[in-house]
């Protein structure tokens, strides 16, 4: 699962300023700019998200987390293996996918079955991972609106497994823009093994 993640300080990371920059311009006009939470990510946060907007990808805002709909608290994750199958994901899969940019995201080692040390997952090859998700609409009970996602999981690989044997679908750079617009692609995505090495240290 992912059920944290990390966001590098803009002033030292030129991708994640970029992804910021375009924040704030979206949205000077609502003084939404104070709202970009950076470092250690939790769910219900309201982050940056990348989504397909007249057919290229535009940085917006998003919460952390589907609300439930029978109890409190929100669903974080989705099993990218049955996402298409499940109602509350099905169409989300189709014409509603994101990406969620970070710099790491955090696991905790097990012992005896209790958690351990922190550890988070960053990769050397590419600064900027780029975490598959889905993402809805939702009203709030005064009749807004607000856009929420969820981050998609699959098997963990051999550089995850130690720590959890769940993690992030992560979408390769270089398919950034296919994965927003091509729907047969994002779909055999979701059933492909994650061969990105990540290296883990101690948070």
Known sequence: MCGR???????TDAEIRKICDDINFRYQSADRSAFIKTGEIYPTDHV??????NDKPTAVLMNWGFP????AGVIINARAETASLKPMFRGSVSSRRCLIPASGFYEWSHEN???GS??????DDAPLLLLAGLYSIFEKAENTRYAAFVILTVDANESVRRLHDRMPLLVPNSELTTWLSDE???RELLLA???QVLIGSEA
């Open 5 to 11: 993640y990390f966001i590098a300080d803009p002033q």
């Open 48 to 53: 940056p998200v990348l989504v397909r907007e």
């Open 68 to 71: 439930r709909s029978a109890q």
């Open 113 to 115: 079955g209790k958690a």
């Open 118 to 123: 922190k550890f988070l997952l960053r990769s």
């Open 184 to 186: 047969r692609y994002a």
């Open 193 to 195: 093994p994650c061969r």
